[in-house]
Every structure is written in structure tokens, then in C-alpha cells.
């Protein structure tokens, strides 16, 4: 024995593509919890499947993780159904890289993830592989159990009804972070007049307490609405509001603490130098990923 530490093969691949699949089933599913358990799920059948038989590990590895999302995003879709309140994806506190990924920042930003909900399980599965992942149409329809024609118009399909829904336009990181900065001292000021002058006439606001925490049971719209749900409503007690910037999904946001224990996360969408659209989590469940960083990757 030479002491060196090996591992096999099969651990060597899928460790190799651990952050690739996450990001699959996560961007799937919009729960890192779920994307887990999609793992653990690949991983016991990656175990069993004959390597000598596979010619390309990533695509094979791609295609368990897709099917096991697709299973699990048909049942947690019923399950969604019976939620209290509107729902929101569950934020990940991602690395520095990501926000340098245009591309992927723009897939995983709350803007998008609530667009993809929109879609049929077997729509958003064909329109992330093949628009996010650049997944070829033959690997999709093995994963999917389609064909490859019917893949094509699937995701022809999806295609134009995510962009007629996507955001219009795109910021930099440092216009959006100027935003949450502006955003984070109206919060913690309480000026009505500063959060009218940030917000868009058209805002939309989301949040989420799953029934836990108190928030709005259907979306808020309109600037003066939004505003006076924050300095009437959730915000409007003897606590001490405090935020902190962080980077949720790739891109700028504020942890919200009251007392110092974390309250939600919100994250923003920012066009032409307003806000046009808040996601507030405040579900305690869906904040475990805020707290250590998370890897995710298109590659």
C-alpha cells in the first residue's frame, strides 16, 4: 500500500460534475432543497450504471439529474398548489464568480426563476438544457422521453413565452448594487419620499412567509402600494430594522434583520435606475442556503 487516497471512477465524475447538476436541478426546481435530494437520487443510480457503457459521463450525468427533477417538479408542483401566499424560488447565496457570469446570472435571478414557473414541468425542463445549458436536442429528448422533433417545437414553444415575459432589460452590477444601496438607507430611514423616488410606478412586489411569517397573500403593485406596505405593515413595529448587502442568485441584495436575527432576504430587479420588482423572503425554510455560498455553473 503506497497510502495515496483513490477514489473510483464513478465518485471521480460525479464530484467532477457536482455544481453542473446542482445548478440543473436547481434552476428546475427553484428549491436548493430539492435540487439535494435530486442529487442523492442521481448519485444512487449513477452508482449502478456500467461506465464501459457510457461514452460521455456529463451527458449521461446530466440526463439522470433532469429525469429525477422532472419526477420531483411534478409532485412538489401540487404540493405548491396548497401553499399559503404567493411563492418564491429559494434564495442561494452564491460565490463571486457567478455575478461574472452574465449568462448565468441572468438564468438564476428571481426575475427568471419566476418566469420558469410559469412553464409546464416538461417545458422548463426543455428550455433550461437547451437555452441554459446549450444541451443538444437529441441529449434533451432522451432525457425528456421525447423526440427530437417534438423537443424542437417544445422549446420553440417555451422560448417565446419566457421572453415575452423575461425582463426588458439588463443592468450592471454596479448600477444594481448603486440601487440596493439607495434601497438599504430608505429602509432603515423609513422616508416615505425616498422609497417613492426608487421605486418604479409599476413595481411589483412578491413575498414569501409560507404561512410562517406574515406577508402579502397575493402580489403588491404600484409604487404608493408597496410603499405603504413596508412602512405600515411588515416593517412597522418597536424592532430595530437593519440590512446588510449581500449577493443573492448572482446579483446584489439586502439580508433584512430585525433585532439582528435575519428576517428575510430581498432581492431586487432593477430597470432604468428604479426598482421594478421586490422578492422578499421571509419563510425561515427557505434560508438556509443564505448562509454559506453556493457554487453553481453552466459548465
Given at each position: 500500500?503506497?497510502?495515496?487516497?483513490?477514489?473510483?471512477?464513478?465518485?471521480?465524475?460525479?464530484?467532477?460534475?457536482?455544481?453542473?447538476?446542482?445548478?440543473?436541478?436547481?434552476?428546475?426546481?427553484?428549491?436548493?432543497?430539492?435540487?439535494?435530494?435530486?442529487?442523492?437520487?442521481?448519485?444512487?443510480?449513477?452508482?449502478?450504471?456500467?461506465?464501459?457503457?457510457?461514452?460521455?459521463?456529463?451527458?449521461?450525468?446530466?440526463?439522470?439529474?433532469?429525469?429525477?427533477?422532472?419526477?420531483?417538479?411534478?409532485?412538489?408542483q401540487r404540493?405548491?398548489?396548497?401553499?399559503?401566499?404567493?411563492?418564491?424560488?429559494?434564495?442561494?447565496?452564491?460565490?463571486?464568480?457567478?455575478?461574472?457570469?452574465v449568462e448565468?446570472?441572468?438564468?438564476v435571478s428571481?426575475?427568471?426563476?419566476?418566469?420558469?414557473?410559469?412553464?409546464?414541468?416538461?417545458?422548463?425542463?426543455?428550455?433550461?438544457?437547451?437555452?441554459?445549458?446549450?444541451?443538444?436536442?437529441?441529449?434533451?429528448?432522451?432525457?425528456?422521453?421525447?423526440?427530437?422533433?417534438?423537443?424542437?417545437?417544445?422549446?420553440?414553444?417555451?422560448?417565446?413565452?419566457?421572453?415575452?415575459?423575461?425582463?426588458?432589460?439588463?443592468?450592471?452590477?454596479?448600477?444594481?448594487?448603486?440601487?440596493?444601496?439607495?434601497?438599504?438607507?430608505?429602509?432603515?430611514?423609513?422616508?416615505?419620499?425616498?422609497?417613492?423616488?426608487?421605486?418604479?410606478?409599476?413595481?411589483?412586489?412578491?413575498?414569501?412567509?409560507?404561512?410562517?411569517?406574515?406577508?402579502?397573500?397575493?402580489?403588491?403593485?404600484?409604487?404608493?402600494?408597496?410603499?405603504?406596505?413596508?412602512?405600515?405593515?411588515?416593517?412597522?413595529?418597536?424592532?430595530?430594522?437593519?440590512?446588510?448587502?449581500?449577493?443573492?442568485?448572482?446579483?446584489?441584495?439586502?439580508?433584512?434583520?430585525?433585532?439582528?436575527?435575519?428576517?428575510?432576504?430581498?432581492?431586487?430587479?432593477?430597470?432604468?435606475?428604479?426598482?421594478?420588482?421586490?422578492?422578499?423572503?421571509?419563510?425561515?425554510?427557505?434560508?438556509?442556503?443564505?448562509?454559506?455560498?453556493?457554487?453553481?455553473?453552466?459548465?
Open positions: 500500500m503506497n497510502g495515496e487516497h483513490t477514489t473510483d471512477p464513478a465518485t471521480d465524475s460525479f464530484v467532477a460534475h457536482r455544481n453542473l447538476l446542482f445548478t440543473v436541478a436547481y434552476e428546475m426546481l427553484g428549491s436548493a432543497a430539492d435540487a439535494e435530494d435530486v442529487l442523492q437520487e442521481t448519485w444512487l443510480r449513477w452508482t449502478g450504471v456500467d461506465l464501459e457503457q457510457v461514452r460521455d459521463r456529463r451527458a449521461y450525468l446530466v440526463r439522470i439529474t433532469t429525469r429525477q427533477a422532472l419526477n420531483r417538479l411534478r409532485t412538489v404540493r405548491r398548489e396548497a401553499y399559503v401566499g404567493p411563492w418564491l424560488p429559494e434564495p442561494l447565496l452564491t460565490t463571486p464568480d457567478v455575478a461574472e457570469d448565468l446570472t441572468e438564468s428571481m426575475a427568471m426563476m419566476l418566469v420558469l414557473e410559469t412553464l409546464t414541468p416538461t417545458e422548463r425542463a426543455v428550455f433550461v438544457l437547451r437555452e441554459v445549458f446549450e444541451v443538444g436536442y437529441d441529449e434533451i429528448a432522451a432525457a425528456v422521453d421525447k423526440t427530437p422533433a417534438a423537443v424542437r417545437q417544445i422549446a420553440h414553444r417555451a422560448r417565446r413565452h419566457v421572453d415575452a415575459r423575461r425582463p426588458r432589460t439588463t443592468v450592471s452590477a454596479r448600477e444594481a448594487r448603486a440601487v440596493v444601496d439607495s434601497f438599504r438607507r430608505a429602509l432603515e430611514t423609513r422616508d416615505p419620499q425616498d422609497f417613492l423616488d426608487l421605486l418604479a410606478p409599476d413595481i411589483v412586489l412578491v413575498s414569501d412567509g409560507g404561512g410562517i411569517k406574515r406577508a402579502a397573500l397575493r402580489p403588491v403593485v404600484g409604487a404608493d402600494r408597496v410603499t405603504r406596505f413596508y412602512l405600515g405593515g411588515t416593517l412597522k413595529h418597536d424592532a430595530t430594522v437593519t440590512t446588510e448587502p449581500t449577493v443573492v442568485n448572482g446579483a446584489p441584495a439586502l439580508a433584512v434583520l430585525l433585532d439582528g436575527e435575519l428576517d428575510g432576504v430581498m432581492a431586487l430587479r432593477v430597470e432604468d435606475g428604479r426598482i421594478s420588482g421586490l422578492y422578499y423572503v421571509r419563510n425561515p425554510e427557505k434560508l438556509t442556503h443564505v448562509m454559506a455560498e453556493t457554487s453553481l455553473t453552466l459548465r
